[in-house]
């Protein structure tokens, strides 16, 4: 096949929702739907054998949730699915940010029972910033929930877009007997507690088939009036609006009992766009085009500890990759070869030879691809829209054992390439300082340094509390503001120079005087915003 041919083929969606949503559960039905894996594990059977395919941190497997971002590619219906299983915790939303830049398209899930939570809303918001069509699935019909109609006004009350029903419970709890589908209009009757794929379902067409009524008595009568209110009051399905994110097809279910997945499963592909063109500094970029061209938007450091390999998970936006070509690292002009890439089913791994526009790749490396680099046959491209934001919290590191001060070094490295935490290294030399966004970070870290990379790490509160990015167009001026400053001056890992503060008002004194100096939140990939910085 042409490239053309294999990109309409690819959808790549992330699966986004607050925790324990039930979503890493959904990821793990899409898969055995797929046939990408014959048996379902449980993100919540901690003590079992079998745990959820996405989740292969072994702090994930003892705690139930999901840390870090998983990728699985998947075929279904002569598509080529990939599939990304984000946290879920707030504590680690800047990994899911960067995972949102790598994808077409977003599942969100909601718990049935919470409506749209809090995190919800902020990753919703990202996707909207990057206008990503969003399919949403209600779940965990099977507990007693909210009304299906209060959610639906909710969805569109909070999320500012027009919610479409694709499918439609009947009944909650116990008295859940299914999903109607008004696309085929036809009802799955589904038998729960099953984790195996059962081609068996019971179907029954027609909404007024006298069947529902014999089978289910009032419950298809409810179900009857719902569907046709909201059917007259539900805007008609546009797949245009879609795409642009005003509107979003809503489907219900129960992930852990197999209800509903296989609807949402033939909605990603039917709807979902294919991988389309992506924006560069320099130009946009079509991904038909012959010449390959990627991006680094995720890190992953011991996906297999007993090598202690680092991943690079790749984005392909243009172009066919072929296994042992030579790419260039744009940011410095290294070349790298590429005859370890692989594709993922979660931690497991397979040498891969040939991958096209949408599908993500694993380029194992030892430090030389750096989160945001862009990878191309030797033109010259930045893409763009990375995002790492300014930490909240700090602490320090004290060994309990000072021999493992070279592995301790080796993790804080490794860790904070792959954007785990954030490692800050004193202007004036010192203890290093590592940031977060939550608390929660700082505990993971401790778990992998200890289990990862033998070391028996004590963390402390330090003593600041915000952190700016520091440029300036005057490279003397910065050099004059980080002399002067030298006591609040961190580099972090691409060492780009950073204020820290112990409190909002330094930061006020510092930013009206220095006027020429910017201080920034955010920043996106080193080659860009700070091209001013100093060499050291």
Not at 64 to 78: H, K, W
Not at 90 to 95: L, M, N, P, R, V
Not at 342 to 349: A, E, G, I, K, T
Not at 408 to 429: D, M, S, T, Y
Request: glycine content about 8%; some cysteine; proline content about 4%.
């Amino acid at each position: 096949m042409m490239v053309g041919q294999q990109v309409a083929r690819r959808r790549t969606f992330a699966i986004i929702s607050h925790p324990d949503a039930g979503k890493t559960t959904l990821t793990e039905k899409l898969l055995l739907f797929a046939g990408a894996i014959h048996i379902a594990g449980s993100v919540k059977a901690r003590k079992a054998s079998r745990h959820a395919t996405s989740d292969w941190m072994e702090i994930e497997k003892q705690r139930g949730i999901s840390v870090a971002s998983s990728v699985m590619q998947m075929e279904y219906r002569d598509c080529v699915i990939n599939l990304l299983d984000t946290p879920g915790h707030q504590d680690f939303s800047e990994d899911t940010y960067r995972v949102l830049t790598a994808v077409d398209a977003a599942l969100m899930v909601i718990d049935a029972a919470n409506g749209v939570e809090a995190q919800t809303l902020r990753l919703l918001e990202v996707c909207r910033a990057r206008k990503t069509p969003i399919l949403t699935f209600v779940n965990k019909m099977d507990r007693e929930v909210r009304e299906p109609l209060d959610l639906i006004n909710e969805i569109e009350q909070t999320l500012g877009m027009a919610a479409v029903p694709f499918t439609w419970p009947m009944g909650m709890g116990r008295s859940f007997k299914g999903v109607f589908d008004l696309e085929r209009d036809s009802m799955r009757v589904f038998q729960p507690g099953s984790d195996r794929l059962d081609d068996g379902d019971e179907i029954i067409k027609g909404l007024n088939n006298p069947v529902l009524e014999e089978r289910f008595a009032d419950g298809a009568a409810i179900m009857q009036q719902e569907i046709e209110l909201i059917r007259g009051a539900s805007p008609e399905f546009s797949h245009e609006a879609f795409l642009a994110g005003r509107q979003t097809p809503v489907f219900f279910g129960s992930a852990i009992n197999n209800f509903g997945v296989r609807e949402v499963l033939d909605a990603l592909v039917n709807l979902a766009p294919p991988p389309g063109s992506r924006m560069a500094l320099q130009r946009q970029v079509q991904p038909g085009e012959p010449r390959f061209s990627g991006v680094v938007f995720k890190i992953q450091a011991n996906m297999n500890p007993a090598h202690r390999d680092r991943i690079a998970f790749v984005r392909i936006c243009s172009g066919r990759f072929d296994r042992g070509m030579n790419l260039r690292i744009v940011r410095n002009g290294k070349d790298i070869r590429t005859n370890g890439v692989v594709s993922f089913l979660s931690q497991r791994r397979d040498l891969l030879d040939i991958a096209y526009p949408g599908d993500i790749i694993g380029i194992p490396n030892h430090g030389t691809l750096q989160l945001g680099d862009t990878l191309t046959e030797g033109e010259r491209l930045q893409f763009t829209g990375l995002p790492f934001f300014a930490p909240e919290i700090f602490q320090t590191v004290e060994l309990a054992d000072p021999m493992r001060s070279k592995q301790l070094k080796l993790g804080l490295a490794q860790l904070g390439e792959e954007g785990a935490i954030q490692v800050f290294r004193p202007h004036w030399g010192g203890t290093l300082l590592l940031g977060a966004v939550g608390t929660l970070q700082f505990e993971v870290v401790a778990h992998r340094l200890k289990h990862e990379y033998g070391v028996d790490a004590r963390l402390a509160p330090a003593k600041y509390q915000l952190a700016r990015w520091v440029t300036a167009d005057d490279s003397r001026e910065l050099k004059r503001f980080i002399d002067t400053n030298a006591h609040r001056i961190a580099y972090d890992v691409v060492d780009a120079p950073t204020f820290l503060a112990s409190y909002g008002a330094e930061l006020s004194v510092a930013e009206e005087s220095w006027k020429h100096v910017q201080f920034h939140r955010m920043r996106e990939h080193a080659g860009l915003l700070f091209q001013t910085h100093l060499d050291r």
